[in-house]
């Protein structure tokens, strides 16, 4: 058993789950916590199974989020993930332009990552292509 990102070569994938509204964002086995915890930040829910050898963890949009709050989330993480230094590859069924040009305008003006304005952070400090 392994992510999506152990499979194609990222450091995270970003996809709607098959025959269902669940936003995951995948990361490597054995991702560094720095990766997992900016994820966290960005407003993702990490989860977690553990097995007889890795655990395996992943994180998800919130499920209380509509579609278009989920997109927005995972679109707005991209780019701060980019300027961390990370390789994203998002699904085009999870795409929000008009979200990816607000959180890369964010990127250039501030220096901390938060979850887009649809999103509330939480207790927290929103084909295919790679972006």
């Not at 086995?29 to 829910?45: M, R, S, V, Y």
């Not at 997109?71 to 707005?76: D, E, F, I, P, S």
């Amino acid at each position: 058993m392994g992510s999506r990102a152990d499979d194609e070569g990222t450091d995270v994938t970003i996809y709607r789950k098959p025959l269902t509204d669940t936003v995951h964002a995948d990361t490597p086995t054995g991702a560094p916590e720095q990766l997992l915890a900016l994820l966290d930040q960005l407003g993702f829910e990490r989860r977690t199974l553990p097995t007889p050898g890795p655990v395996y963890v992943w994180h998800e949009a919130p499920a209380h989020l509509d579609e278009d709050a989920k997109k927005q989330l995972a679109t707005h993480a991209v780019p701060w993930l980019h300027k961390a230094g990370y390789v994203v590859r998002i699904d085009d069924d999870v795409w929000d332009a008009a979200a990816y040009t607000d959180a890369a305008t964010a990127v250039r003006d501030h220096g901390a990552p938060a979850p887009p304005l649809a999103v509330p952070a939480m207790g927290r400090p929103a084909g295919t292509r790679r972006r």
